[in-house]
């Protein structure tokens, strides 16, 4: 158990629609990333907070955005959903947010768009 | 273009046969690379971090090198329970680049 949490496990909606992802960090950890991995794509990396604030940005699409809040939890919403948005999203947390410090993962969040 | 390739994609090892995983990266301003492996359906587990050419760590059966431009994870009398994907991720100032993976398999 890596101690980073991610709710719901399983998320089945339609196109179309909107959805939020939630991850708390380890305790003690500032940073939070998001991550999306699909079959044909790998791990992609999507965005980094640090401490409330975005830190670095990846491949990100309009459509999906992301915040973290004061107690350092971080949703990431995913809007007007297409059938290629369906795969796992990862959260991950560290420790600082830039400094090569390692990240530990959440189990996942299984996005499938119908 | 900062990129992150990995080999081979698949491997497939008898139960005490050693071998190596690659990962290759151009990528500026490294801050650091990382080594994780995954499980099917779960999340990546960190293994090690190399910060510079020549350092080395070793856990287990397991020992990750780095140079200039390529890391090596070797994989010292696997034992089935090492098969998984194991991944190689570069992070950079502003950026993580993860490379597609290595798919182990240890055959008993």
Redesign the interface.
Known sequence: D?G?TQTPKHLITATGQRVTLRCSPRSGDLSV?W?QQSLDQ????LI?YYNGEE????NILERFSAQQFPDLHSELNLSSLELGDSA?Y?C?SSVEG???????????T?LTVL | EDQVTQSPEALRLQEGESSSLNCSYTVSGL??L?W?RQDP??????LF?L?SAGEEKEKERLKATLTKKESFLHITAPKPEDSATY?C?V?A?????????TSLSVIP
């Open positions: 890596s980073v990333y991550y790998g791990l992609q990396f980094q830190r670095a940005k990846g796992l990862f991950a830039g400094h090569g410090n390692e990240q530990f993962f959440g189990p996942g299984r | 801050r650091g990382f994780y359906g779960k999340g990546p587990e960190f971090t910060y991944l991720a992070q100032y502003d950026k993580v680049i993860f490379g597609p993976g």
